[in-house]
Every structure is written in structure tokens, then in C-alpha cells.
């Protein structure tokens, strides 16, 4: 059967190529591989331009479609990767990666929703050299269970908080409550995680700090921009500087600090949406002018350290902070992880809050530390990636806590599971 391809508007070439030996194209490969290959600044002209060729020679294998999604994806080729995936989808809905140790211990049913690197959980990089199935299945509003449910031990739901996926995660609260088997990160506390609603909930507890989200419109900025109103009258608890972002975005696209009335006008003729989020900004740079941001993870209400960067601009994301260009920068990193439990242990208070509010089993946190000693709180997130694959070479330090992570992840997966299966004692025991 011929399909319409979305590839016909890139050059492709027949010649004969070969996907490197550590990528078997015919499988269902998810996103550590890649993820890994972008981290390292490895090329991708090679593979992509097999997958490539291969999926015009192949046009009804939804596995490999998916794969190419992803490449696409990972190359910031956004538009294209949806369409291709959008192709997958329409021909299959669920995808199995297989666990690198068989036979797997435990088949773990992950729901997950279309869309783009950060709409899901990226559960596949902590668990790339487990023990453990992964069952991708794909569900939309309109569709949420139209494939069979394959067989499995445990399930997760692995969808972000994102507005757009509200409704969705409401639709699922019935089904997901009556599941057969254990669920980890249950629909009806993944809203918690909502930037809006995690902001409310988490304003004044103790020993945390985070600026309340306000959900604005363009109506209303504009109104401030063109000086018919002021930022106290439309909103009596903001003053510049304030950050603005468009509603539903992620990875700070968008985002920028606002600082006066001018810097608004200018703001909205380039970022003009129908609804934002507007916080208060709280300066958190240290005496030496750097801003520190930290990565945790949060599994089943204990706290991992995953990452810290640093950066002289207030808005720090790690590839940015020049973490792998500068060695100063990656020892000071060492350091924080060396020493995290004496962090864990500072800030225990609020990391319970975060716990108790959201109740969800896997969760990710980006935050920093304020003048005054409070744990500053950006963003709370499960589908937060864990720099679990940077080079050992260049981050020696980084393996051991990771391995931490990894860890404790398969355990929260297999603890929850093995009253409900056939999995053993000694599984649980460990193989990472």
C-alpha cells in the first residue's frame, strides 16, 4: 500500500548505508539513543539519511516512522517530526522497547500523548540497560483505547501536565483509578504538576519559595503595554521585573524577563498569543553573580540529584551554561552531587511539601537556592529529562549518581509491582 510521504521535501539518497551496529533500525528504539548521540555532538547525517531511506522504501512500518519522528525531533526538525509521527500513529498505537537484560522482569505499560520531546515522560533513559519491558501506547482525546492493551505487570502514566492535556488526564481519572494492576503517577495527580496549579499549591510553605503563576491574556498586557493601565492595577500583586511566557510552553521558549513597560510592547510584537503566564521575578544569582539551577529528582518522595548549572544569565538551561566547555563550571557540579545529602537535608522540609502536595511517584524539579536559604522553585515537571548519559571522560563524577537514580527507579517500578505479579524476591534484589 503507498502512503503520502512527509518526506518528499527533503534529498535523499539510495546510496547503500549502514545504521551503526548499536542501532537496530528494525526495532522500536525510543529517545536515550539519540538523546545520547545529541549530548556527545555526535553527526546524525548518516543515520537520519538511512532512516530516511529506508522509511520511503518501507512505507507501512509504523516502527521505523516512529524512529525517524524522533531523530527529527531531536534535530529540532519539530514540524516534520510530528507529521511523521502523526504517520506512525495512524498506522500503529503501541511500541514495545525491549529491556536490554532478558528475560525482562517486569513489562511496564506506559500511556504517553503525540506531540514533541517534552510531552511525555522520558522514563527510556534511566532504564536503558535494565531488565525492564517499556509498552509505549499512544492515546488521544478522541481515541484514548482504540488498540488491544497489551499484557503487563505495572503501569504509568506518563503524560505532562500541559494544558493541553488537562481534559485528557481528566477522562482518564475513572479508568485509571480501577486499573488492574498498580499505576504510578495516577492521572489525577498529574495536574499537581501544572505550572499554575503547582505554583498555588505550593505558596507559603515552609523553607520554599516559588513565584505564583498568573494566567493573563493579551488583552489585558496590551491594555498595560499601551499605558491604558498599569501592571499593579491589571495585577496588585506584580511589579517589574516580572517573567512572561506563553501559556502551555516549555524549555523557555518564550520566556524572557520583563523590566518595563517599553520592554512589554516590544515583548508582545513577538510573542503574541492569546494567553500567558506572568510571575514575579525573584532575583537568586550568588555573590559572585552566577546563577546555579539544579536538576532533582523526586522518587517516591526521596530526592536525587540529577544535575547543577551555571550561568551569568538568569535563565540557566545546561547546554547554554557552557557546562561542558568549562572544567571550573563541572567540579563545582561534583561537588554539589559529592555533597547533595547535606542539600537533601536543608531543604528536607520543602522537598516533603512538594511531595505531599503532588503526590506523584516520579518527579522532576528544577529549582535554586534564595539569598535567605528557602529552596526557589521554577518548575516541577515528570517529564523533566535526567542528564543520565553525558560522557564519562569529560563528567567522571556523574556515573555513580546517576547509577542512584537508575536505581531507584527500577525499585520504585518493581516494589510496586511485586505484590501484584509473579516477579521475585531475589529480581528485586538488583541488577543495576
Not at 109 to 134: F, K, Q, R
Not at 209 to 234: K, P, R
Not at 383 to 408: S, Y
Request: with cysteine; proline share 5%.
Amino acid at each position: 500500500m503507498e502512503r503520502a510521504s512527509p518526506l518528499q521535501t527533503l534529498p535523499i539518497s539510495r546510496a547503500d548505508q549502514a545504521v551503526p551496529e548499536r542501532f537496530d533500525a528494525s526495532q522500536f528504539l525510543g529517545l536515550a539513543p539519540f538523546l545520547r548521540m545529541s549530548i556527545a555532538g555526535e553527526e546524525w547525517s548518516d543515520i537520519a539519511q538511512v532512516l530516511i531511506t529506508r522509511a520511503q522504501q518501507s512505507p507501512d512500518d509504523a516502527v521505523l516512522w516512529m524512529n525517524l519522528s524522533t531523530v527529527m525531533l531531536c534535530l529540532q526538525r519539530t514540524e516534520l517530526g510530528l507529521t511523521i509521527q502523526n504517520q506512525a500513529l495512524a498506522m500503529q498505537q503501541v511500541y514495545t522497547l525491549r529491556a536490554a537484560r532478558q528475560p525482562a522482569t517486569l513489562r511496564l505499560l506506559i500511556l504517553m500523548v503525540p506531540g514533541t520531546l517534552s510531552a511525555n515522560v522520558p522514563l527510556d533513559c534511566l532504564l536503558e540497560n535494565s531488565d525492564i519491558e517499556l509498552i509505549y501506547y499512544y492515546i488521544t482525546q478522541e481515541a484514548p483505547f482504540e488498540a488491544p492493551i497489551p499484557e503487563h505487570d505495572l503501569m504509568m502514566v506518563g503524560i505532562s501536565a500541559t494544558t493541553e492535556n488537562l481534559f485528557l488526564l481528566q477522562q482518564l481519572e475513572n479508568v485509571t483509578q480501577h486499573w488492574p494492576v498498580p499505576v504510578i503517577n495516577a492521572s489525577q495527580h498529574i495536574p499537581n504538576s501544572e505550572r499554575h496549579t503547582a505554583s498555588r499549591l505550593l505558596q507559603n510553605k515552609p523553607g520554599l519559595a516559588i513565584a505564583q503563576a498568573h494566567a493573563v491574556t493579551f488583552a489585558t498586557l496590551s491594555a498595560v503595554a499601551a499605558g491604558e493601565t498599569t501592571l499593579h492595577d491589571a495585577l496588585p500583586e506584580s511589579h517589574y521585573p516580572v517573567i512572561l511566557r506563553p501559556a502551555g510552553s516549555h524549555g523557555g521558549h518564550g520566556l524572557e524577563k520583563i523590566t518595563c513597560q517599553k520592554t512589554l510592547a516590544d515583548y508582545l510584537t513577538r510573542v503574541q498569543v492569546e494567553d500567558y503566564f506572568l510571575s514575579q521575578f525573584i532575583d537568586y544569582s550568588n555573590k559572585d553573580g552566577q546563577f546555579r539551577k539544579y536538576r532533582i529528582s523526586l522518587i517516591d518522595g526521596v530526592p536525587y540529584a540529577c544535575h547543577m548549572a551555571i550561568s551569568s544569565h538568569w535563565m540557566v538551561h545546561y547546554v547554554n551554561a557552557f557546562m561542558y566547555e568549562d572544567i571550573q563550571k563541572r567540579e563545582e557540579e561534583a561537588a554539589f552531587l559529592n555533597n547533595f545529602r547535606a542539600f537533601a537535608t536543608r531543604h528536607q522540609q520543602a522537598l516533603q511539601a512538594i511531595y505531599d502536595a503532588t503526590q506523584l511517584d516520579y518527579l522532576g524539579i528544577d529549582c535554586s537556592e534564595t539569598p535567605d536559604g528557602r529552596l526557589l522553585v521554577f518548575e516541577i515537571d515528570p517529564a523533566m529529562v535526567v542528564h543520565a548519559m553525558d560522557l564519562e571522560v569529560m563528567f567522571p563524577h556523574k556515573q555513580i549518581h546517576m547509577n542512584k537514580v537508575k536505581t531507584a527507579c527500577r525499585e520504585l517500578l518493581l516494589s510496586r509491582a511485586l505484590a501484584h505479579t509473579n516477579i521475585s524476591a531475589d529480581a528485586f534484589k538488583g541488577q543495576e
